[in-house]
């Protein structure tokens, strides 16, 4: 072999290993949810030594690659590294920055697991978002090793709080996200109007590529399984 193909095996074997070294690799997995039967394109957060890491998903309307969706069916998988830590919350932005986008928080409340649409112009913690969104849970799971949802997001891609608007380009074929969890268990976690989050252990952004799996013409059919969120118990 001469030098010069030597160099270039190298660097395609190097180049062919890097996505899978890589944390948030930019493109998607494919995940089908054997309980609600759900494609979601999904990207993958691995464990750090501070937090066991999650996934997060999207399934998106049928047009979507071609016409900017505003709502979204998505999959929220957040690991725990020990049974202390499965309480924790995690929390996906959508617009790439915690800054003037809008926040998705779930953390678990019992058997249930709860959410709560959040909005900050400065990096302290995030008040209620005041715009014009709704989440509705599909299907949820919580136990020792962390927990689950499946929701749908309803205007979540186009946000709007005082003078502050944005909004996610979903016909741009890709998303600027970002994650973050803490291992440490919200307080006053039935109320959300009173939740207090702990800062995250671990943060980070991705630009996440949407491929064909992302959007489905069984999307509408698929929305018949969300239900209304678990009330909330907040003390007078
Ligand atoms: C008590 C609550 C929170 C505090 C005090 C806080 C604080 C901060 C600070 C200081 C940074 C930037 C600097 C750094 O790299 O460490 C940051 C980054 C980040 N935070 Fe938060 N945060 C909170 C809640 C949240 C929530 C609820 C989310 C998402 C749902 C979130 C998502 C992010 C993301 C994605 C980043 C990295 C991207 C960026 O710098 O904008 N944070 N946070």
Sequence with gaps: MTLRNTILT????????????????????????????????????????KAGGLTFGVSLPNNALKSDATDFIGYLRCTATEESAAKGWCGITLGGSMIDALLFVAYPDGDAVRTSLRFTSEYAMPGVYGGNATVKPISSTANSTGFSLIFHCQDCLHWSQGDTTGSASTSSGFLDLGYAQSVKAPTNPSCAADLKLARHDIQGTWTAMLDDHAASDSYDKWLGQAKDAVPDKCSA
């Design 10 to 49: 190298t660097f395609v074997a190097v180049t062919t290993l890097l996505p899978g070294c890589q944390a948030q690799a930019p493109e998607a997995v494919v995940y089908s949810d054997p309980g609600t039967g759900i494609t979601f394109d999904t990207w993958n957060v691995p464990s750090s030594s």
